[in-house]
């Protein structure tokens, strides 16, 4: 590639997009399990889940602040191994990462499409499935650390989620390659909340969408594509 030349990147949403499911869902559930999180905070946190899901304003740094009580205080490197492993035993080992992510990032890379996951979930979540699929970096919601490398309830910056998703590829394509020098051409997402990133690319893809992004995608002429795959118990 020449300096005058046009980066390309693609963007993939995590959950429900390159997964099967919705991993801070899984995780709540996995920590409830393990008798991680106090019955008060899972209260509120399915009562946040089901306003999500009927489309209410909801907002999202705070739910994942809620999540990290099981970890606050905790230090970082512990805290990722543990994401780390809970990845591997409850997303990867089941087949959850679908395959025809995997093969659209394959394609894309072949084609020297630099391709990220562009995810409100949880940074050392998706650095794990990097190590595993086929996609070259990620943009995710990382959660504060203190002076002492601890974990805190606080998210670091924006939750990546909605526009964010869009303000965070321009902030890392622009300090990377420079303003005008890269191309968003393909943009994945299965929510409603995807629309501003789906909009930003050259192609959107409606991946076993929601209704409105499925009401969105007829109107744009974006592609729908049916993902689903059927997870082991």
């Known amino acids: ?10 963007a993939f949403d995590f959950d429900g997009t390159s997964i099967q499911g919705n991993s801070p869902v899984i995780l709540v559930r996995h920590l409830n399990r393990l008798d991680m999180l106090r019955k008060r905070v899972i209260t509120k946190v399915l009562a946040w889940a089901a306003a999500y ?20 205080g905790m230090p ?43 995810s409100a979930t949880f940074g050392p979540i998706v650095r ?6 086929p996609f070259d970096g990620c943009l995710c919601t ?5 002076a002492e490398g601890r974990y805190t309830t606080l998210v670091d910056g924006a939750c990546i989620e909605g526009e964010e998703k869009v303000n965070a590829i321009r902030a890392y394509a622009d300090a990377r390659y420079g303003a005008g020098k890269w191309e968003l051409v393909e943009a994945y ?3 409603h909340s995807d ?17 409105p992004l499925a009401r969105e995608a007829r109107r744009r002429g974006w592609d729908v594509l049916d993902w689903d795959v059927s997870v082991e118990k």
Do not use: C, N
């Not at 590639?1 to 693609?10: F, G, V």
């Not at 304003?57 to 809620?66: I, T």
């Not at 990382?142 to 203190?146: G, I, K, S, T």
């Not at 930003?200 to 209704?211: Q, S």
């Open 189 to 191: 997402g299965d929510h």
């Open 53 to 72: 899901k009927l489309r209410l304003p909801q907002s999202e740094s705070w739910v994942r602040g809620q999540v990290f009580t099981a970890f606050e």
């Open 128 to 133: 794990r499935a990097q190590e595993r699929h």
């Open 195 to 211: 629309i501003p990133m789906l909009a930003a690319a050259t192609r959107g893809f409606a991946v076993t969408p929601d209704r």
């Open 1 to 10: 590639m020449s300096e005058e030349a046009i980066r390309k990147i693609a």
């Open 142 to 146: 990382e959660m504060a650390v203190d």
């Open 76 to 118: 970082k490197q512990q805290v990722d191994r543990f994401l780390a492993e809970f990845y591997d035993t409850t997303i990867e080992a089941p087949g959850r990462f679908r395959p025809q992510a995997d093969a659209a990032m394959e394609r894309l890379r072949s084609e020297g499409v630099e391709v990220l996951v562009v």
